[in-house]
């Protein structure tokens, strides 16, 4: 009874001992909370691969479309039958489409991206915190409707009245995909350079290194996976763009043979040719397929760069 008696009087004392305060039940929610959206943002991501690569794979499994020919096919004709009564499914010129104005907009755009950040980080600091950086980050938000159209009234234009031909090509996709993306890979390599400590600047200079020297064989060196995180974002949305490319490529599903004849990216037929099919039609069916082409190229494109970047790494630490 007496033990009883002693163990009830310390219970008020233990209670608000063992009692979670208001911090921590603010914690705990907080780590709920972001549980709770980690695992929302999983479920989403994971929905569309599923939703894609389900779609995507119907043109295969239910039309009978033979992969084989559909990826390295050169013929796109959706609507009417050839001789044989046959629709062709070619893709082929698609995707040399959408890799060349991707590989080569990404190709003028990083030179140009690189000297733009060394100048407003290592060169002009002051000016560029100032002027330029207002202007790069302006750049990034306009739409691309707005580049299409002036690539439509004067890219265009310019390229006929200069090589003739129609202007439209794959030269004026290149230089509309290389002004929208110069900001964002501009604007994403001046974080990744001022990201750079500044001792390894003092040092550099410190043993006799030019200005120079410590810039390209220090900075660029220390910033490169930076910089290529820079070029996968830039190379993302030039290969997911659509609006804009439609508007000055051409829009013609043929091989391109030059960079000044009329040609084709994936986008641009998707978003020509999604609101022209019914649901569950052939027609519909290849369109999905190719949004899971894109879907897997841009997907491999970023594991490369990633890949690059560990490469990177590892050897400057071994360095």
Do not use: C
Not at 87 to 107: D, E, K, N, W
Not at 159 to 185: C, E, H
Not at 238 to 258: C, D, K, R, T, W
Not at 303 to 319: A, E, S, Y
């Amino acid at each position: 009874m007496a033990r009883r008696n002693k163990k009830n009087s310390q219970d008020p004392i233990k209670e608000p001992l063992l009692r979670k305060s208001i911090s921590a039940k603010k914690d705990m929610f907080g780590r709920s909370l972001s549980l709770s959206a980690l695992i929302l943002i999983g479920v989403v991501v994971f929905s569309i691969f599923f939703f894609v690569l389900s779609r995507g794979l119907m043109a295969f499994t239910l039309d009978g479309i033979n992969p084989f020919k559909f990826i390295f096919g050169t013929v796109w004709n959706p609507t009417t039958p050839d001789s044989n009564g046959n629709l062709q499914f070619g893709a082929f010129p698609m995707i040399v489409g959408s890799f060349l104005v991707t590989l080569l907009s990404a190709l003028v755009a990083t030179p140009f991206a690189i000297a733009t950040a060394l100048f407003m980080v290592e060169l002009q600091s002051n000016w560029g915190k100032k002027i330029m950086q207002p202007v790069v980050e302006l750049l990034v938000g306009i739409p691309s409707v707005v580049y299409g159209f002036i690539g439509l009234t004067v890219v265009v234009p310019f390229l006929r009245k200069t090589f003739g031909g129609s202007g439209f090509g794959i030269l004026a996709g290149t230089i509309v995909l290389f002004v929208m993306i110069l900001p964002t890979i501009t604007s994403l390599t001046v974080d990744a350079l001022r990201n750079v400590p500044n001792h390894y600047r003092e040092l550099a200079l410190a043993i006799g290194a030019t200005r120079w020297q410590m810039i390209y064989k220090v900075i660029l060196r220390a910033a490169t996976p930076g910089i290529l995180t820079a070029v996968v974002f830039g190379m993302a949305r030039a290969f997911g763009e659509a609006l804009s490319v439609q508007m000055v490529v051409g829009n013609a599903p043929i091989m391109p043979n030059g960079l000044l004849e009329s040609a084709s990216t994936l986008t641009s037929i998707l978003t020509q040719g999604i609101g022209n099919t019914s649901d569950g039609s052939v027609q519909n069916d290849v369109l999905w397929t190719l949004a899971m082409l894109l879907l897997i190229m841009s997907l491999f494109f970023n594991l490369i760069i990633r890949f690059i970047g560990k490469r990177t790494n590892i050897t400057q630490g071994g360095h």
